[in-house]
């Protein structure tokens, strides 16, 4: 083998040079598919398999198959075939570990496994040829769905009522194991996104503090040879959350550029650790940044190559995200049919969601925060009412988010000026102006920009000539 040639620990395949992965990416995503495949007959009669059915235990039989697979499938990548965290996944197979009996998980996770029902202890409903007939009808129930949305046209009042009207239940999740490595860098990559969230990424000296730690220390961690596969592959997912927080700062100083390089990064450090809740957040901030920067087709790309991934990852979080991500671009893009049909399925997904179901990166996510997402695609559709009612409730934001506070208040602002409620409007955005003072962001200026030129057909307008002034002082630009 020439020097310097890496090939992958699980087919032999040749790796490329900048690839810091041991296994190539066909073997990855075969090993943390949302789905497991197929296994043959042989598989199941494995001596540790057969023990587990013969101890009429689940638990015992999710640690033989994944020990039986080549090579071994782990536990974060079983879970999530299951739909269950990789604590609960170590729990179930632990030795002390009670038989879980409750028969509705028992055949979910028989299905998922794509276990022959004649070698279970206990009846299940499904076949193989069953589930793909409900695959089918799904799919077609989706097409019906978007046919009616296209002629209804209307109907926006439908779309977020329950968005407005639910405050979802909460839960607990148990922390997974970490190496001290893996500490060190999220602890440091939360202290960042704390600081990012609060002050925005232009206050002091915050990109080229989070850089200077990225190269010098995160770099060099990545390039140790010496830990195993499964200790790197959760270090990539660990530097991918420090690699987008990077990509973030960049992005709020205004360098698209540098963002965008960090988030491709962010992007391959995800995947490199087969973790698909992470990919798909990369792939909806990829969206977010193509919608900020008016490449619409780019963000609607983005973001259904984000729900694809969002739903391999069970996270239903990340399912609303990327789907009311999909329905802005196509807001912007003036696509109402296909707009109102995302926007449906974003609600359908939220409808599910448990605040603190998802990792520590996904905590930003609650009610206030799609109902954001919702105000800009209904203000971008041409439906400020609508707009408004949605901006309103994004303000019911948690602590620590000032500039989302900035930013939301600046779009409810926004959503006024297109009422032609000017004295609401320049009260509102002088709000946001204001808090413009403690956060430094180009994009909090950029809405408040927006906000400007939204009011500019009112420029002899004392209030709004008042709230012009006061944008010349926060160095916001404001129409001539």
């Known amino acids: 083998m020439q020097e310097g040639v890496r090939k992958c620990e699980a087919c032999g395949a040749r790796l490329a040079r900048d690839r ?12 943390v598919s949302h789905e497991a495949p197929t296994r043959p007959e042989s598989f199941w009669q494995a001596e540790g398999i057969r023990a587990a059915f013969e101890a009429r235990h689940f638990g015992r039989l999710i640690a033989a198959y994944r020990k039986e697979c080549t090579p071994h499938v782990s536990q974060a990548a079983l879970g999530r075939w299951l739909g269950l965290a990789q604590a609960h996944v170590s729990r179930l197979e632990a030795p002390d570990a009670r038989p879980p009996g409750n028969l509705h998980s028992l055949e979910r996770w028989a299905e998922a496994l794509r276990v022959p029902p004649a070698l279970l202890w206990f009846k ?12 089918r009808k799904a799919n077609l129930d989706d097409v019906q769905r978007r046919q009616f949305f296209k002629a209804a046209g209307a109907g926006a009042t439908a779309v977020g009522a329950s968005l407005l009207g639910v405050t979802p239940a909460s839960a607990s999740v148990s922390p997974k194991p970490r190496s001290s490595d893996v500490d060190l860098v999220r602890d440091m990559t939360a202290t960042f996104r704390r600081l990012d969230n ?10 080229s503090t989070t850089t200077r730690y990225l190269t010098s220390t995160v770099t060099p961690m990545l390039n140790d040879t ?7 592959e959760v270090l990539f997912g660990a530097a991918a959350e420090l690699h987008q927080v990077v990509g973030w700062i960049a992005y709020d ?4 550029g540098e963002g965008q390089r960090y988030l491709r990064e962010a992007l391959k450090l995800a995947q490199d650790a087969g973790d698909d809740a992470l990919e798909a957040e990369m792939l909806a901030a990829m969206s977010h940044h193509a919608a900020f920067n008016q490449a619409h087709g ?3 790309d983005m973001a259904l190559a984000a729900r694809r991934t969002a739903k391999r990852s069970g ?11 999909e329905a802005h671009g196509h807001a912007l893009q003036a696509n109402t049919s296909a707009c109102f049909a995302a926007l449906r399925d974003a609600e359908s997904a939220f409808e599910r969601f448990v605040p603190g179901s998802g990792p520590t990166w996904l905590t930003y996510f609650d009610n206030a925060y799609l109902a954001a997402k919702f105000a800009h695609t209904f203000r971008d559709l041409g439906r400020p009412v609508e707009a408004e009612r949605f901006a309103r409730q994004s303000l019911g934001m948690s602590d620590g988010y000032e500039r989302g506070r900035l930013f939301n208040t600046a779009l409810l602002a926004s959503t006024l000026a297109d ?32 906000v400007g030129r939204r009011l500019a057909v009112h420029r002899g307008d004392r209030r709004v000539r008042s709230l012009y002034t006061q944008m010349t002082a926060a160095g916001v630009p404001t129409p001539v």
Request: with cysteine.
């Open 419 to 450: 009422q032609g409620r000017l004295d609401e409007a320049c009260k509102v955005a002088a709000t946001a102006v204001k808090m413009s003072e403690d956060v430094r962001s180009v994009r909090g200026g950029a809405y408040l920009a927006d």
């Open 198 to 207: 609060r002050y925005g990424g232009g206050h002091s000296k915050a990109t």
């Open 253 to 256: 100083i205004g360098n698209a």
């Open 298 to 300: 780019v963000a609607v």
């Open 226 to 232: 010496s830990k195993s596969a499964a200790e790197r």
């Open 124 to 135: 299940v409903s499904y076949t193989h040829e069953a589930s793909a007939d409900v695959e």
């Open 315 to 325: 996270l239903v979080a990340l399912q609303a995200e990327a789907a009311v991500l």
């Open 20 to 31: 810091v992965s041991k296994h190539c990416g066909p073997c990855i995503r075969r090993l």
